[in-house]
């Protein structure tokens, strides 16, 4: 590893459930938690929010929607959605989504609807 670049497989990394539904995440600690790359398969999204996160959602595969604050939005391959802090979000239906996080995802920023 270097000190001035670092190189994963996304999808040789471990496979662990979230919100979303099953997530592979790189570069936290590479980037001192500035950033985190997702590889994220949707499964039972729940909705919830982030109080600290921008994410950016990027549909590799696959076919369904993002709904952001109530709102459903079609989602296709190259789809890229942008959901700043306090947007109530989920994913729906059978999507690979690439998905970066600004700071890197911390499970404590996580936030959901009683």
């Known amino acids: 590893m ?4 670092a190189v994963l ?3 040789e990394l471990p496979a662990r459930r979230c919100s979303c539904g099953t997530t592979r995440r790189g570069f936290i600690a590479e980037s001192d938690g500035q950033a985190s790359v997702h590889l ?4 039972d999204a729940v909705t919830h929010h982030h109080r600290v996160a921008t994410e950016y ?9 993002v709904e952001l604050d109530g709102v459903r939005h079609p989602a296709r ?6 959901i700043k802090p306090g947007c109530r979000h989920r994913a ?6 690439l998905l970066v996080s600004l700071p890197a995802a911390d499970d404590t920023d996580e ?3 009683d």
């Open 2 to 5: 270097s000190d001035s670049f």
């Open 9 to 11: 497989q996304l999808d």
């Open 40 to 43: 994220l398969q949707v499964q």
């Open 57 to 65: 959602y990027i549909v590799l595969a696959g076919e369904g929607e």
């Open 77 to 82: 391959p190259m789809s890229a959605f942008l």
């Open 92 to 97: 729906i239906g059978d999507l690979t989504v």
């Open 111 to 113: 936030y959901f609807d």
